[in-house]
């Protein structure tokens, strides 16, 4: 498995900071307590770090993910019923973009924590 305590890390923070903000919050508040927690943790945090798209060498776009982990691991706090296609479709190109390998969808809807890994 890919970054496998890095990702039992980044899920364990997740998870302490739903337990102490609970379900309800829009999900920049979680962003914000995750970059908290995992700092904390003693984790190297970019957060919106900007990323140039370019196609056929010429920039179209930027990409700006929530979180980046210590360099390897694209984190994406949600608040949403379930994961879609969509937000897996949409993390491989994050991931192709950032040339990571790794990303944690982290949905902060309910009073667990459910945690979705993509690899590319």
Do not use: C
Request: proline residues 3%; charged residues 30%.
């Amino acid at each position: 498995m890919i970054h496998e305590q890095l990702s039992e890390a980044i899920i364990g923070a997740a998870m302490k900071v739903l337990n102490t903000l609970k379900p309800g919050l829009d999900e920049k508040a979680y962003e914000n307590a995750l970059v908290i927690e995992l700092r904390k943790r003693g984790h190297r945090i970019d957060q919106q770090k900007r990323f140039d798209v370019l196609y056929d060498g010429q920039l179209v776009d930027t990409l700006v993910p929530d979180l980046i982990v210590d360099d390897l691991v694209v984190a994406d706090p949600k608040v949403v019923e379930d994961f879609t296609p969509t937000h897996q479709a949409k993390m491989i190109g994050y991931l192709t973009i950032t040339n990571l390998r790794l990303a944690l969808l982290l949905n902060f809807k309910h009073a667990d924590l459910r945690w979705k890994r993509v690899v590319r």
